[in-house]
């Protein structure tokens, strides 16, 4: 059974920044994709970016363009999560999860999910 444990959030000023990570305890390598999604309270899940294996494929939401930035490193079975300029609505709780076979931003495609990290952010 593959575990993903998130690390990294915390609380933050508005305009700051974090970077969560999320460590398998497999090699991720076996995932065609590694996604991050949040979860605000008394919201559904939202997808924030994803990557694929090779790492040169990525996408995000239209909210987090250009202030996040997705990266995986095979090789320590992480993914990390690099937040910058955040905004309170930027606040939720932050979920990795791993597609053995899923390419995409559905959250029913992925098949492993971690406890998630939470990211407030005042204002």
């Known amino acids: 059974q593959v575990q993903l444990v998130e690390s990294g959030g915390g609380l933050v000023q508005a305009g700051g920044s974090l970077r969560l990570s999320c460590l398998a305890s497999?090699?991720?390598?076996?995932?065609?994709?590694m996604g991050w999604f949040r979860q605000a309270p008394g919201k559904e899940r939202e997808f924030v970016a994803a990557?694929?294996?090779?790492?040169?494929?990525?996408w995000y939401a239209d909210s987090v363009k250009g202030r996040f930035t997705i990266s995986r490193d095979n090789a320590k079975n992480t993914v990390y999560l690099q937040m910058n300029s955040l905004k309170p609505e930027d606040t939720a709780v932050y979920y990795c999860?791993?597609?053995?076979?899923?390419?995409?931003?559905?959250?029913?495609?992925?098949?492993?999910w971690g406890q998630g990290t939470q990211v407030t952010v005042s204002s």
């Open positions: 999860a791993a597609g053995v076979r899923y390419n995409g931003a559905r959250s029913s495609g992925y098949d492993y």
């Open positions: 497999g090699s991720i390598f076996n995932f065609n994709t």
């Open positions: 990557i694929t294996r090779s790492s040169t494929g990525g």
